[in-house]
């Protein structure tokens, strides 16, 4: 098993890594998608760097043993970022790079969002939102029921929602049950970009302060700029943490990290902005954002 | 010996099989007491989740549960199993590729005194429109425990659609049990009653005793599941009699009813088809479930009216 849990915040070293694997996941991503023509662009780019770190600091996984039953799970609740999934799935050695460009393709491998039976290393289909929150849950009870690895490490459920995807009933009905069942062993994100198809989430359902909601709900809640690598890892390492308020049994609370984002992040001509939900990216848009990437570090 | 109550047969077999099967667990949705899965929460309180009054998250915690490596028994009342999880359950579950059983409890007239909001006119129909799904509903306590074993078994998710209350025995212990095999109960050369579930495989029963006395011969299958539908014992029967009478606890839309048209249309049959099940614009009410099968006309004699009026061509 590969990525053992780290017990300190990052190096710099392990930091500029990081950030190599994350511009890597973003042009395969945009490389993905403009080989079609459209995508979900926005909130694809807004998960980037959450995955680079999950996928390359803190997941327990193994590329070389994908079905594993020692494995961490992953469930991209949002499963509309599967673009960014396959990317980061082709960086850490899940799948072959040029498959990538047959995403959304008839007979491909990679569609649109997430699907457990298509493609290796996804752990859930997910697409209709607020579904993959609620197996998260599952998944997590069930890990948990199998008790910690031979090594006494914790099993854990990692997933991703969106801000948008809050909006959900079931969303908040796994909130409920995750803390009444203290899944500790379950680390979830609110991809919060602020924007949802309709546009801004305060204009088309305003969801008030998310932190405050979570907290009531009775999980460890944590905020942070969803793409600053350093600031994941150490929000990362305290949700994993023991959780003062843990039982005898040591079940705690679940914990949520809420992740200020930008929707379409690293591509200026769309950056916060809900067109970018799904939207018309061809190989001149490709250039464009590749050429403003390369201005913040050199193509390598 | 007393007929058995459908539910504590329920209860009792999936806690004796998690005895040596330590992935089964038991997920519900505040309505444990009605389907009375007490005993295995008393026997494997690990095993035992209840997630409140919050039926989609019943559905995807039970597929998280499968896609953990766990077997999943989530129940709750057919009304909500169906109609409001069906997003979940299409899916988290089935589309996933994971195996769940769902259990939906009080289908139909069963509903009774929960009346119109609770009666589940229309499971069947939405279940049977999920692809590789497996519909059962037993016909009596033996058959029961041999559906929980199969469902346990397969590769896939089930929909068991349970009636709570009590329930002949129609079978003997050891009877041998198969998804997609329907079970001929009495043969018959002029009409075959073919019938899903308790209630309806009672009546069926009590109609080809009436149709005997009157020298009509009628043939009843148990059919068992609905999906997969047993097409070769239903096609075999259905040209050796030529007229057919499907018995349903469910609307005539898109249940047993639809499935043998289908069947019989595709296959050039020349049978003749009634249909025995509530109205396909009649909404479920309120009431005892006698009053409900006698007003939505699921009762002996409505059956065996339905039958003669094929075999005497009126």
Known sequence: MINPSPDRPALPAELA????????????????????????????????????????????LDPGDAKSPDRDRFVLSKGHAGPALYAALAEKGYLDRPLLLTLNKGGTSLPSHADRQRTPGVDMSTGSLGQGFSAACGIALGLRMDGPRADGTVRRCWTVIGDGESDEGQVWEAAAFAAHYRLSNLVAF???????????????????DLSAKWSAFGWRTFRVDGHDLGALDRTILSACSPDPEADGEGRGRPAMIVLDTVKAKGVPALEGKAESHNA??????????LDAMDKEAPRG | MADRE??????????????????????????????????????YPDRFFNVGVAEANLVGVASGLSAAGKRPFAATFACFASRRAYDQFFLSANYAGLEVVLVGTDPGVTAAFNGGTHMPLEDLALMRAVPGLAIVEPADPVSLEAAVKLALERKGCTYLRLQRKPAPEIYGAGEAFEFGKAKLLRPGKDVVLAALGALMVGEARKAADSLAAEGIDAAVVDVFTLAPLDRAV??????????????????VTGGLGSAVAELLAEEGVPARLARIGAGADEFGEVGTQDWLAERFRLTAPHIAAAARRLVKGV
Do not use: W
């Open chain 2, 6 to 43: 459908m539910r504590a047969v329920y209860a009792q077999t999936l806690t004796a099989l998690a005895a040596s099967d330590r992935r089964i667990c038991v997920v519900e949705a505040d309505l444990a007491r009605a389907t009375g899965t007490g005993p295995f929460a008393k026997a």
């Open chain 2, 234 to 251: 239903l096609l075999d029967l259905a040209r050796k009699t030529g007229r057919i009478v499907t018995c349903e606890n469910h609307r």
């Open chain 1, 17 to 60: 890594d990081l950030a190599v694997r994350a511009r890597s996941i973003r042009r395969a991503c945009l490389e993905s998608i403009a080989a079609l023509g459209v995508g979900h662009v926005g909130g694809s780019m807004s998960v980037v760097e959450a995955l680079a770190v999950l996928y390359f600091r803190h997941m327990r």
């Open chain 1, 190 to 208: 609110t991809d919060a970009n602020r924007f949802q198809i309709d546009g801004a989430t305060e204009a088309v359902m305003h969801l008030r």
């Open chain 1, 280 to 289: 018309p990216f061809g190989p001149a848009d490709l250039e464009a954002a």
